[in-house]
């Protein structure tokens, strides 16, 4: 099953309001679904990616009995979740190594709606009511639910104060629709984040051949790659090896851009198939549809790149 979607808040503090709504954090981690029945747990991406191995910690969650749990995965650093952090996690499928680094770090997967209870399908109910059998789970180790609040305009403060993600509501009576992105939900973020594809790296300026940009783009209806920015923040040290390690098998002679890269950032880059997604972080989008201040947080393997849209 895909995931129930929310829908981007037409500003970044123009939350619903009214009585028909409830407010949740914008949990910083990776979208997951749990679903437990004959003492076992499988545990899948927002693409129905098999992600099992790599939260051997959350293995407890194989006691809830015939259960299907939709929840953010979120690894916690001084308080706070770390989406950097997380990125060592996800792409881990090593069982030894993902037992070493659930010892070291353990995440949590903060749950916010349960879709099946003792083989009953639960999406058509409300929310509210889906909510009350997931407050009456008894939740294992490093499971919780994610809490409710009543005022969005305070916790939109209180989030802004605590550097969290943002602010998702939810409105109480809606159903639970599998693989749509629905009004039902609305969500706003502090700073905007999108996945993109990576068409091409440029090399640092010290001559060391080391990454040390890349260019990103997002697909359009037509098929094409539409161009987006050139990054470089957050591509210090382990991330850019990994990331030069992920795009060297991918090179090739031209720009797989299907509009003009401008030569400020098309010169020296090092173009590459569009394969490699990654989440990047960003203050607005001009006019022509580039990111500004854009910084990358990491690759994404459980989902797929976000599409063109007019800004």
Same mark, same amino acid.
């Given at each position: 099953?895909?995931?129930?979607?929310? =829908?981007?808040?037409?500003?970044?503090? /123009?939350?619903?309001?009214?009585?028909?709504? #409830?407010?949740?954090?914008?949990?910083?981690?990776?979208?997951?679904?749990?679903?437990?029945?004959?003492? &076992? #747990?499988?545990?899948?991406?927002?693409?129905?990616?098999? +992600?099992? &191995?790599?939260?051997?910690?959350?293995?407890?969650?194989?006691?809830?009995?015939? +259960?299907?749990?939709?929840?953010? +995965?979120?690894?916690?650093? /001084?308080?706070?979740?770390?989406?950097?952090?997380?990125? %060592?996690?996800?792409?881990?499928?090593?069982?030894?190594?993902?037992?070493?680094?659930?010892?070291?770090?353990?995440?949590?997967?903060? #749950?916010?709606?349960?879709?099946?209870?003792?083989?009953?399908?639960?999406?058509?109910?409300?929310?509210?009511?889906?909510?009350?059998?997931?407050?009456?789970?008894?939740?294992?180790?490093?499971?919780?639910?994610?809490?409710?609040?009543?005022?969005?305009?305070?916790?939109?403060?209180?989030?802004?104060?605590?550097?969290?993600?943002? #602010?998702?509501?939810?409105?109480?009576?809606?159903?639970?629709?599998?693989?749509?992105?629905?009004?039902?939900? +609305?969500?706003?973020?502090?700073?905007?984040?999108?996945?993109?594809?990576?068409?091409?790296?440029?090399?640092?300026? =010290?001559?060391?051949?080391?990454?040390?940009?890349?260019?990103?783009?997002?697909?359009?209806?037509?098929?094409?790659?539409?161009?987006?920015?050139?990054?470089?923040?957050?591509?210090?040290?382990?991330?850019?090896?990994?990331?030069?390690?992920?795009?060297?098998?991918?090179?090739?002679?031209?720009?797989?851009?299907?509009?003009?890269?401008?030569?400020?950032?098309?010169?020296?880059?090092?173009?590459?198939?569009?394969?490699?997604?990654? %989440?990047?972080?960003?203050?607005?989008? =001009?006019?022509?549809?580039?990111?500004?201040?854009?910084?990358?947080?990491?690759?994404?393997?459980? =989902?797929?790149?976000?599409?063109?849209?007019?800004?």
């Amino acid at each position: 099953m895909e995931p129930m979607l929310a =829908t981007p808040a037409p500003a970044r503090a /123009a939350l619903p309001h009214g009585p028909g709504w #409830v407010f949740e954090v914008k949990w910083d981690g990776v979208r997951v679904l749990a679903d437990a029945h004959d003492d &076992s #747990v499988r545990l899948s991406s927002r693409n129905e990616r098999d +992600v099992t &191995s790599a939260y051997p910690e959350l293995r407890g969650l194989a006691a809830l009995g015939d +259960v299907l749990l939709d929840g953010e +995965v979120v690894l916690m650093e /001084a308080g706070r979740p770390s989406f950097t952090a997380l990125a %060592e996690r996800m792409h881990v499928r090593d069982t030894r190594r993902a037992a070493a680094l659930a010892a070291a770090r353990p995440v949590t997967y903060l #749950v916010f709606d349960v879709l099946r209870h003792d083989g009953l399908d639960l999406t058509a109910l409300p929310l509210s009511e889906r909510r009350a059998v997931l407050d009456g789970l008894v939740l294992p180790a490093h499971v919780q639910a994610s809490p409710w609040y009543d005022d969005g305009d305070d916790l939109w403060r209180v989030t802004a104060g605590h550097g969290l993600e943002g #602010v998702v509501a939810k409105r109480r009576d809606a159903p639970y629709r599998p693989g749509r992105r629905s009004p039902d939900w +609305v969500k706003a973020a502090h700073r905007r984040a999108r996945t993109a594809v990576v068409g091409g790296w440029r090399p640092e300026s =010290t001559g060391t051949g080391r990454l040390g940009a890349v260019l990103l783009g997002a697909p359009d209806a037509a098929g094409g790659l539409r161009y987006l920015c050139r990054a470089g923040s957050g591509l210090g040290g382990p991330a850019a090896r990994e990331m030069r390690a992920l795009l060297a098998p991918l090179e090739r002679a031209t720009s797989p851009f299907r509009d003009d890269v401008p030569a400020v950032d098309a010169r020296g880059t090092v173009w590459c198939d569009p394969v490699v997604v990654v %989440e990047a972080l960003y203050l607005a989008r =001009t006019p022509t549809g580039r990111l500004r201040q854009p910084v990358v947080r990491g690759v994404r393997t459980d =989902t797929t790149a976000d599409p063109w849209e007019q800004p």
